[in-house]
């Protein structure tokens, strides 16, 4: 699959079949995250591997929706805002925008292996933080991992002229 089909084919998957993740597309995924640019390179993030299986009751905790919690992996990315870069003229943080581009690596990586995610960002942070239980990381954000059983949804657009205004 191209990189365009992959993007046109992406959609917030809510449905998973009760098959493992191969170990290869898994490593392939990964790889799509190490490779995330990240502001001047320093990589301040973790990507945790969430098995459901293990940790269903904490991750019914972090987000109900049994869909997520019913893939086979939930995969979280998590920010260390001490080890980002910082823009010195008004000391933007740039942890979430780096952690933000890891996961959209991570959900296209999976689209083109034919394997669905979801974003999820309205979760519970508390019950994140003390299930990732780390000093330095904050989660950022979750995705179910899975193959895909459920029907895609259609989401309307903005056209490239509502969005684009050229300068």
Same mark, same amino acid.
């Given at each position: ?60 905790? &972090?987000?109900? =929706?049994?869909?997520?919690? /019913? ?6 990315? *998590?920010?260390?805002? !001490? @080890? %980002? ?20 690596? &991570?959900?296209? =990586?999976?689209?083109?292996? /034919? ?6 960002? *309205?979760?519970?942070? !508390? @019950? %994140? ?39």
């Amino acid at each position: 699959m191209d990189f365009f089909e992959t993007i046109e084919k992406r959609y917030s998957v809510r449905g998973y079949k009760d098959l493992p993740v191969k170990k290869e597309d898994l490593d392939k995924i990964l790889k799509a995250a190490a490779m995330a640019p990240t502001a001047v390179n320093f990589q301040p993030f973790k990507v945790f591997v969430i098995d459901t299986n293990k940790n269903k009751e904490a991750l019914k905790d &972090i987000y109900p =929706a049994d869909w997520f919690y /019913n893939a086979p992996l939930v995969l979280c990315v *998590a920010v260390d805002s !001490d @080890a %980002a870069w910082t823009r010195g003229n008004d000391n933007k943080n740039f942890a979430d925008i780096d952690g933000a581009i890891v996961m959209d690596n &991570i959900i296209l =990586a999976a689209t083109s292996l /034919n394997l669905g995610t979801c974003y999820i960002g *309205a979760f519970n942070p !508390d @019950a %994140a933080n003390n299930f990732i239980n780390s000093d330095k990381y904050t989660p950022l954000l979750f995705t179910p991992l899975g193959y895909i059983d459920a029907d895609p949804r259609v989401q309307d657009k903005k056209s490239v002229d509502e969005i684009v205004e050229y300068l």
